[in-house]
């Protein structure tokens, strides 16, 4: 062990668990409460144990806890991947695979850093991190890099954020989840080489999987024939090869959007994309060398600005989408809501796909709300006979529960009627309920069409739509009584702490809208086609159940802050009558009659 620290009962417990079976197995499952300190449990693998560890989290603001815990508790900082495009000194894109770095000066100038000045930087954003309460880190990049980048000077001596941070511990490294699942940003992992590999949150990666790896909108193409007018008016070379690819890209995608309009999650059968991909395929080496030229034009003229590379974007779609007809890449191209995109859709790959790549890592996965071992191995596919489950226990709290089967989510069911009936027992909760009610919608249109109705009347309302803002509505529900209708899976009920000032929880009562299943579209009905054609047809109903269940332990988990506290949770749909919800029900509280 490098370094002691003193750790609560629960966390020497998983460490425990945990080191001792590293030898014997190669993944792990490890449940554990939210609020217990996981986020310790991992960066002891690196601080405690000295394992090269890499920690995946969900999102950019779920990178600093690492950080803050390993300042507070190791006095150290560990390396962060940070996004190139955000923090490069010369480029600012979100298409972060163009930018190369070997021929930079900074680079140089970042590899050649003498020790004791490595030293000195690292020491000094330590200090930073102990001093200044920041969300994220790029927070602390702007802070640091800002004030040196507006003194003017040389800009090549200038130490790169993006290189800094990567080294800040040779052997312990934090990121966020794109760079783990998908390719074309992962080569950087793989090469990291882990010991150990822990992913936090983890019932999300089957979501990260599913996200599209490549796409493309109407507003793209028409931004890409802009690129390539402002291209040949500033050099004058000719971009005849990208009109071509562009009107080919541009009929195709029309057609489609004719067709199917503002869908949900259409499936596009090979037959609709075929000539797109056989023409575009017999041409793309020229489209690819011209796209080469309009990046190095664009990396000179936008220097230091904010810049988007839209021939690119149609050139690796085009590309990628070659492949699947080719049967090289195995995606599915799904249209959603007017975006093209190309999408995993074999779930039981998920673990192959994901970590296969890296071999000889242990795979720790973490979280409060673990789907079960069941679901692990049959639906994402971990190999069982490697795979350790550790449970920790789910929650900590009392909670009671009600089931009230009058109403339903159910597709069939979602009339006015039926959205009234919620609306008025979400009322009648809210007047005896003791703080704010977290009432927990399938969808965003649900949630609407609930929040509507009550609108009307004289309550502290808020409705979570697609761009709400996390914090506006925290310093609200910290200041009231609120009726809170999240979205199950969003914003609202995942990355938030309802804590109020004396650190006790500001909801009193849950209530679940319905059955928060996915809605049946196309794409969601072939992720459980591919689940059930293996030899266990009861898999898609498990697919379905228990990834609502992981939805609601979520939303749940909010309502508990401190371990003696309790909560009601208010179960509205009478499906939940069904045995494989009563059991699940009767474990997590008193249910009440
Ligand atoms: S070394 Fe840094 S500054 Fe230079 S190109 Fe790479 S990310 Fe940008």
């Known amino acids: 062990m490098s370094q002691v620290v003193k750790l609560r009962d629960i966390q020497e417990r998983a460490l425990k668990e945990l080191t001792n079976r ?4 190669d993944i792990f499952s490890l449940q554990m409460p939210t609020g217990s300190g996981k986020t310790l449990v991992a960066l002891a693998f690196r601080y405690m144990y000295d394992y090269r560890t890499l920690v995946c989290v969900r999102t950019r603001n779920q990178l600093m806890p690492y950080i803050r815990d390993a300042v507070k508790f190791f006095n150290t900082i560990p390396g962060v991947h940070l996004n190139k495009g955000r923090v490069c000194l010369y480029l600012n894109t979100e298409d972060t695979e163009l930018i190369r770095c070997r021929s930079c000066p900074n680079y140089k100038q970042t590899a050649g850093i003498p020790p004791e000045t490595f030293r000195r930087l690292k020491a000094a954003l330590v200090r930073a991190v102990a001093k200044e309460s920041l969300t994220d880190p790029y927070l602390l990049v702007d802070r640091v890099w800002g004030k040196l980048l507006g003194k003017g000077g040389d800009l090549s001596r200038i130490i790169c954020p993006y290189h800094l941070f990567r080294a800040l511990d040779g052997k312990a490294l934090v990121c966020t989840y794109p760079f783990l699942t998908y390719p074309h940003l992962r080569y950087y992992l793989i090469n990291y080489r882990p010991e150990i590999i822990i992913v936090d949150e983890a019932h999300n990666l089957e979501d990260a999987f599913k996200t599209g790896w490549r796409s493309i909108t109407y507003e793209a193409i028409v ?8 291209y040949e008016r500033s050099t004058g070379n000719s971009a005849k090869a990208g009109y071509y690819v562009l009107s080919l890209v541009q009929s195709w995608f029309e057609s489609i959007n004719r067709r199917y309009g503002q869908i949900e999650e ?29 990046v190095r034009y664009k990396k000179g003229r936008y220097r230091r600005r904010r810049v988007r590379f839209f021939n690119y974007r149609i050139l690796a779609f085009l590309d990628l989408l070659t492949d699947v007809y080719a049967g090289v890449e195995d995606l599915v191209l799904v249209l959603n809501k007017g975006r093209a995109e190309l999408r995993r859709y074999r779930l039981r790959r998920l673990y192959r796909q994901l970590f296969g790549p890296f071999e000889g890592s242990k795979v720790i996965m973490m979280s409060g709300t673990m789907p079960s071992a069941n679901y692990l191995t049959k639906v994402w596919g971990i190999p069982s006979e490697r795979f350790y489950v550790i449970d920790l226990g789910t929650r900590y709290g009392k909670f009671t529960c009600v089931i009230n089967r009058r109403v339903s989510s159910k597709y069939e069911y979602r009339r006015k009627e039926m959205y009234y009936k919620f609306a008025k027992l979400l009322s009648g909760i809210y007047s005896t309920a003791r703080k704010s009610v ?3 919608a399938p969808s965003y249109e649900f949630a609407g069409e609930v929040g509507r109705l009550l609108s009307m009347s004289n309550m502290s309302l808020v409705v979570e739509v697609e761009g709400t803002r996390v914090g506006d509505v925290y310093e609200r529900v910290r200041k009231g009584r609120y009726v809170i209708i999240a979205v199950a899976g969003g914003k609202l009920t995942e990355g938030v702490e309802w804590v109020g000032d004396d650190g006790s929880s ?10 928060p299943y996915p809605k049946p579209t196309e794409y969601e009905e072939l992720v459980r086609e591919y689940i059930s054609s293996s030899s266990n047809p009861d898999l898609q109903f498990l697919y379905q159940k228990e990834r609502a269940w992981v939805l609601i332990r979520q939303a749940i988990g909010r309502a508990i802050r401190k371990k003696d506290e309790e909560c009601t949770v208010w179960f509205l749909d009478w499906r939940y009558k069904d045995g494989w919800w009563q059991y699940r029900i009767a474990g997590l509280g008193t249910l009440r009659r």
């Open 266 to 294: 259409k499936v596009i059968d090979p037959s609709e994309y075929i000539d797109l991909a056989k023409e575009g395929n017999a041409v793309l080496e020229e489209y690819a060398s011209l796209v080469s030229s309009i």
């Open 506 to 515: 500001l909801i009193s009562d849950v209530v679940l809208l319905g059955i």
């Open 438 to 440: 977290l009432a927990v």
């Open 223 to 230: 931004r890409a024939r802009e690129e390539l007018a402002e």
């Open 22 to 25: 590293l030898d014997n197995y």
